[in-house]
């Protein structure tokens, strides 16, 4: 089937749910969007998914992966893969495994290398090396982070880097914490963020007091990477987060410079309720003190 669909060299759009690709029946020189759909490629030994499996779609501009293994035969500092996917503009891959074929725990950086990448999501996305994982694009404008995990190793000796200067809008969801090491650098021209942790994040409460540093110092230092941005949109549940540690807020200088639209996200007027009233002090003060344009009145709601 899919020999047949490599003679329509004209194609523009293509959809394959559950097929088996190889890195030679993909030959659509014209094509713009592809996704694919809980499949498989067919590789031995691997290949570098990301750009050996599309060489032959040169205006490939739109590309959505769900539910495959992706190999990474990328090494730090590799100019080779820059000559392939050089149209990619939009690039979201969802519930993919990442699995470094080299283990040789280098940073793996696989996004640099698109010349015209402007929009990268990853959701549900499954990190299986032992390096740390960089998404380091000049181009790049928005950026999606979902509920991303750590499958071998201890999480607390790796991190997600994020060194974009053009990116200009953030989201970042997260289960019950922040779980990752996610250093955010170079984010100049950030204007927008959202940051939604998705489930209520009590349990936190009965963690010993080193967890707890731990967890906080993952959480202040993804904080500080928003200095620059002027709206910020927080679900209920990550005031809760905050709220968990008010404590330990009280040294924090607010990062939020430049804020100017503080934005609550949230399901219900309960819940309106139950923020407002267990906030404490010092997640207010850390949250308003840092700019001048913004002002506790100047909470705004947003029904999600």
Known sequence: MVRCLSASKSLRTLKLERFGITSTCLDFPHLKSLTL?????????????????????????????????LVCRYRYGD??????????KSLSL???????????????????????????????CSLMFGCDFIISNPRLVNLKLSLLTWVWGSEKNKHVIVSTPNLAYLKLEFERSV?????????????????????????????????MDYYFGK???????????KSLY????????????????????????NL???????????????????????VVRYLFSGSPKLKEKEMALVFA
């Open 37 to 69: 759909h809980d499949g498989t490629f067919c590789s031995y030994p691997p290949k570098d998914i990301l750009v050996d499996y599309f060489s032959k779609c040169p205006s490939l501009e739109t590309l959505k992966i769900s539910e495959y293994s």
């Open 79 to 88: 100019l080779q893969r820059s000559q392939k996917l050089s149209a990619l």
């Open 94 to 124: 969802h519930t993919v495994k990442f699995i470094d074929s080299y283990n040789n725990n280098l940073p793996i950086n696989l996004f640099s290398s698109f010349v015209s990448l402007e929009n990268l999501e990853l959701t549900e």
């Open 179 to 211: 779980n990752l090491n996610l250093s955010i650098d170079n984010l100049t021209r950030l204007d927008t963020v959202i940051m939604r942790i998705m489930k209520s994040p009590i349990y936190i409460r009965s963690m010993n007091e080193e967890n």
């Open 219 to 229: 959480l202040a230092n993804l904080f500080q990477g928003f200095i620059t941005a």
């Open 234 to 257: 927080m679900s209920t549940n990550t005031i809760k987060f905050l709220n968990i540690f008010a404590d330990k807020l009280h040294n924090q200088i607010c990062p939020f410079n």
């Open 260 to 282: 100017e639209n503080l934005k609550l996200q949230v399901s219900s007027t309960d819940e309106v309720y139950d923020i407002y009233v267990s906030v404490s002090r010092e």
